[in-house]
DNA sequence: ACTATCACG
DNA sequence: ACGTACGTGATAGTA
């Protein structure tokens, strides 16, 4: 995969360079800006206190359209990024005993109480695009043996449900509707029998936005559309469900005057921004305050499931093994023969980790799936 | 050491 | 009256 990929990275620069007609560095965010916005005069404009021009991904898609050489950066970027953060690190990783990639997982590292990996990172492997798959599939395992992907659907959503005590969405997860086009249907005014993609796109877009402590900026710039208009489905949103308002004014009120805000299980996330002077610092730990109870609530739930399910697994007499843990999502290793079984067990294990200490509102739902590959797997 | 970029949930 | 969606880590370039 590593030579494929250099085989077309090599390709894409011979044909930048040609259309550029000269040679330069790519990889360099100056040398790049100066290319695109000043030979090539495309509109871009400095960004920044550092004066450079901005090159990331959505600046190079909308100038795209006017000529071949931003696209053809962006899949530049794209390989280059494949093959030297995972082709290549992923291979060097390999011990040398085992024959496996072992991570290092961090378990006091973050702020809301998730888990960071790293040396190397596998919470980042690619899945979104086709290229990037490529990579999840060399993730394969054992003879006789497959992968069990186990993942919370939503699980970040349903918390906001039931710790803002919206009865709207608490019934809707209940019943097991489509909650983004029950958002657009209710924010938007279109029926669900007439609910259009890009419509319930838009919803997704703000239930992201929700779990995120929205503003108007965020989502406009997510979903292209101006902040005044944002503005307006955010205010849409809040009328419809007034509770998640209630929510977010009690909790920042909360985080003034204790400084943290805490998960359904009580432990403490410290918000140390939350009384800043300054609006913009404020406004940025008050969204931290509104998203950390959700995150870290759910980092709570996969662990208490985590530091179930080894004896669970010996107590059933299967012999699956866990590997990874991905924020929301479990990876096990088991024998063939035994797969059923032990995604039976799992599923049931990980949707009833908040007993006996915490009952939620909401079903917690885990979707299961395996084959040889990680990509396959889900 | 810092910045820009981009991979994931 | 300010800059922005939340949380991470790896890589390459720049200063």
Not at 128 to 134: A, H, Q, V, W
Not at 253 to 282: H, L, M, Q, S
Request: include cysteine; charged fraction near 25%; charge should be neutral.
């Amino acid at each position: 995969m590593s030579q494929d990929f250099a085989r077309r990275i090599a390709g894409l620069e011979q044909t930048i360079w040609r259309d550029v007609g000269h040679e330069f560095n790519i990889g360099s965010p100056k040398q790049l800006g100066e290319v695109l916005f000043e030979k090539l005069q495309l509109p871009g404009g400095k960004k920044g206190k550092t004066g450079a021009y901005g090159t990331d991904a959505s600046i190079l898609e909308q100038v795209s359209p006017l000529h071949p050489v931003p696209a053809r950066v962006l899949e530049w970027r794209q390989l280059t990024k494949l093959k030297s953060t995972y082709a290549d690190a992923l291979d060097d990783n390999i011990d040398s005993k085992t024959g496996r990639v072992h991570t290092s997982f961090a378990l006091a590292a973050t702020a809301t109480g998730r888990f960071s990996s790293s040396e190397p990172n596998i919470q980042n492997i690619p899945i979104r695009t086709e290229e990037g798959r490529k990579i999840r599939r060399a993730f394969v395992a054992e003879p006789g043996h497959l992968l069990l992907s186990a993942d919370y659907s939503q699980i970040e959503l349903r918390l906001a449900a039931h710790v803002a005590d919206i009865p709207e969405l608490n019934a809707a997860f209940q019943q097991g509707v489509d909650i983004h086009a029950l958002t657009a249907s209710e924010v938007f005014g279109v029926p669900l029998e007439k609910m259009d993609p890009q419509t319930r796109r838009r919803a997704k877009a703000i239930n992201f936005g929700i779990i995120y402590g929205i503003s108007a900026f965020g989502l406009g710039n997510q979903i292209g559309v101006p902040q005044s208009e944002a503005a307006e489905y955010i205010r849409a949103y809040f009328e419809r469900f007034p509770a998640i308002r209630a929510y977010m004014e009690r909790i920042k009120t909360d985080a003034r005057r204790t400084g943290y805000v805490e998960t359904i299980f009580g432990r403490k996330c410290f918000i140390p921004g939350i009384r800043d002077p300054n609006p913009a610092r404020r406004a940025g730990a008050e969204r931290q305050a509104i998203n950390a109870p959700l995150q870290g609530s759910a980092a709570d739930i996969i662990k208490r499931a985590m530091g179930r399910l080894p004896a669970a697994l010996e107590r059933a007499g299967l012999k699956a093994r866990m590997l990874l843990q991905v924020h929301d999502e479990l990876l096990f290793e088991a024998p063939e023969a035994e797969v059923e079984a032990t995604a039976q067990l799992v599923k049931d294990i990980m949707e009833g980790a908040c007993a006996p200490r915490c009952e939620v509102s909401v079903p917690l739902v885990v979707e299961t799936g395996w084959a040889r590959s990680w990509d396959q797997a889900h």
